[in-house]
């Protein structure tokens, strides 16, 4: 059993910074991909970044040059570093892990960019 929790959301101005943690529990690999996806208000869910082997990473091209996220294999843990915040960053933000051809959700966290 893989369960995943989120941590690291809240409340930041525009320009602001954040750091989003994905703690996982079970008997994950390293290599298994690991993702992160947020859902805006009235929005559908949209991937976000995700990275492949624990090493090569790609990203949506809204967040290019100001999210970056990596992860500590030896811990079982995923971040998201998220720079120059906009306000339509604001979102829950999800983890996923692509585990032994299933998917996997944590439960999100809240980012909400405003003045």
């Known amino acids: 059993q893989v369960s995943l929790v989120e941590s690291g959301g809240g409340l930041v101005q525009p320009g602001g910074s954040l750091r989003l943690t994905c703690a996982a529990s079970?008997?994950?690999?390293?290599?298994?991909?690991m993702g992160w996806y947020r859902q805006g208000p009235g929005k559908e869910r949209e991937w976000v970044a995700t990275?492949?082997?624990?090493?090569?990473?790609n990203y949506r091209d809204s967040v290019k040059g100001r999210f970056t996220v990596s992860r500590d294999g030896a811990k079982n843990t995923m971040f998201l570093q998220m720079n120059s915040l906009r306000p339509d960053d604001t979102a829950v933000y999800f983890c996923?892990?692509?585990?032994?051809?299933?998917?996997?959700w944590g439960q999100g966290t809240q980012v909400t960019v405003s003045s």
């Open positions: 996923n892990i692509r585990h032994l051809n299933a998917n996997y």
């Open positions: 079970g008997s994950i690999f390293s290599s298994d991909d």
């Open positions: 990275i492949y082997r624990g090493v090569i990473t």
